[in-house]
């Protein structure tokens, strides 16, 4: 063997030694963390399989991943009816000379007994007169009557009546002579009014829905009204003009970029914000054919989406328009069956309601004038078995047969 041979034989042999060495090392090593594992879960094992339940996570403690279950518990539909909470706003439209002197009293007791638990007031004529002393500028006051909101609000509440107070918005034939700025104005630049016809035939101007001049007029009496104590202010007349009348309009400069809707939305979101500042409530008025979808021109969109809390369309047989459909059911004239005309529109209202994005309760004017006792109570319980419990009994005059009131 050669002495390089010799010298890897012992090199061989070296290496060998040491590896065994390092084996036995490591496997000592490894039994004695055996043992030492062993021994410390030994306790908590035993003491498991003794009682298991001691090493259950609280429930409160307890993280888990899975999402709950939706509720076995039936959905309440969206409600429908107007009223405070929910409740039931069952009211009749007064025109303000027939709360003066000792008619507000006369009133009062008529109407409790037959389950009326609401008013609406005028307070603000088609022509701009307010009925009240208002201290907004630029206000025309009506010359006959003028009353002390605070104190018929404060008795109306005594007996248990809600106060709603009615204002006409855009239909105003005195505030465009009062401020050019609120006004519609004709077109060309000639710096005259738009009128809705000729001056020869009664022609007037409207005010105009994209003016914020108008809108800052209109929000500061909805604000002033709500703080005399009405719970609700009823917006009547939030619509621009006739299409047809309007060709030679001009509304300005926001007309050529804001939809005639949105101009109308920005304005119920103003009044909304000016009768919440006092405590109140805003329920926006409208037309038969408009809330049922049939002519939206006026409006230019459907006034149950504008965002109202409240919405009462007409739902008198007069205004509802003819050859009202259902399917394959169609009510060729609602005057000649006026319950169930009522019924049909009603059901189609609450469905849409229910679909809409923007929530709404429904509280229908209904016709109480040129009808027998025995059509206006037909009227009312149709309504009822249509799922809409708040309505407004409306008389241009004032004057009910209180007997078909009564439920």
């Known amino acids: 063997m050669s002495r390089y041979s010799r010298r890897g034989y012992k090199y061989y042999k070296r290496r060998k030694k040491r590896s065994g060495f390092l084996k036995g090392f490591l496997l000592t090593l490894f039994g004695l963390l055996l043992v030492f594992v062993g021994y410390s879960v030994s306790g908590p094992v035993i003491d498991f399989l ?33 009223g405070e909470g929910g409740g039931e706003l069952r009211a009749v439209y007064m025109p303000a000379a ?45 010359g006959q009557v003028q009353l002390d909101l605070q104190s018929v609000t404060a008795r109306l509440k005594q007996a248990g009546i809600t106060p709603i107070a009615e204002m006409y918005c855009f239909l105003d034939r005195l505030m465009p002579y009062v401020d050019k700025d609120t006004a519609i104005m004709l077109e060309g630049g000639s710096g005259y009014r738009w009128l809705d016809n000729s001056a020869e035939k009664g022609g007037k101007p409207w005010l105009n829905p994209y003016s914020d001049a108008a809108a800052e007029y209109l929000t500061s009496l909805t604000g002033e009204i709500a703080g005399s104590g009405f719970e609700y202010v009823l917006l009547n007349g939030v619509q621009f003009p006739p299409k047809q009348m309007t060709k030679r309009a ?70 509802i ?47 109480a004038h040129s009808l027998g006792a025995a059509d206006v109570k037909a009227q009312w319980q149709a309504l009822e078995e249509a ?20 439920k």
């Open 250 to 319: 001009d509304f300005g400069e926001k007309a050529q970029n804001m939809a005639k809707s949105d101009a109308l939305v920005s304005f119920i979101n103003k009044a909304k914000e000016a009768a919440a500042a006092k405590g109140g409530k805003v329920i926006l008025a409208m037309s038969a054919s408009a809330s049922l979808g049939v002519d939206t021109t006026d409006y230019e969109g459907n006034p149950l989406d504008f965002g109202a809390e409240f919405s009462a369309p007409s739902l008198q047989p007069a205004e």
């Open 387 to 406: 799922g809409v419990k708040s309505y407004i009994f409306f008389n241009p005059d004032g004057v009910y047969d209180f007997g078909a009131l009564k």
């Open 321 to 367: 328009p003819k050859k009202l459909t259902n399917g394959q059911e169609v009510i060729e004239n609602p005057l000649e069956d006026v319950a169930a005309a009522v019924k049909m529109a009603a059901g189609q209202l609450v469905a849409r309601v229910e679909l809409a994005e923007k929530e709404t309760k429904l509280v229908p004017f209904l016709q």
């Open 98 to 142: 027939k709360l003066t002197g000792g008619q507000l009293e006369d009133f009062i007791s008529r109407a409790k007994d037959a389950g009326i638990n609401a008013v609406v007031i005028n307070l603000k004529n088609k022509d701009g007169e307010v009925y009240y002393p208002s201290k907004v500028k630029g206000a025309t006051l009506n």
């Open 50 to 82: 003794k009682n298991p339940d001691s090493f259950k996570k609280p429930e409160s403690q307890v993280e888990s991943n899975v999402e709950s279950s939706p509720s076995e518990d039936p959905v309440e539909s969206r409600p429908t009816g107007g």
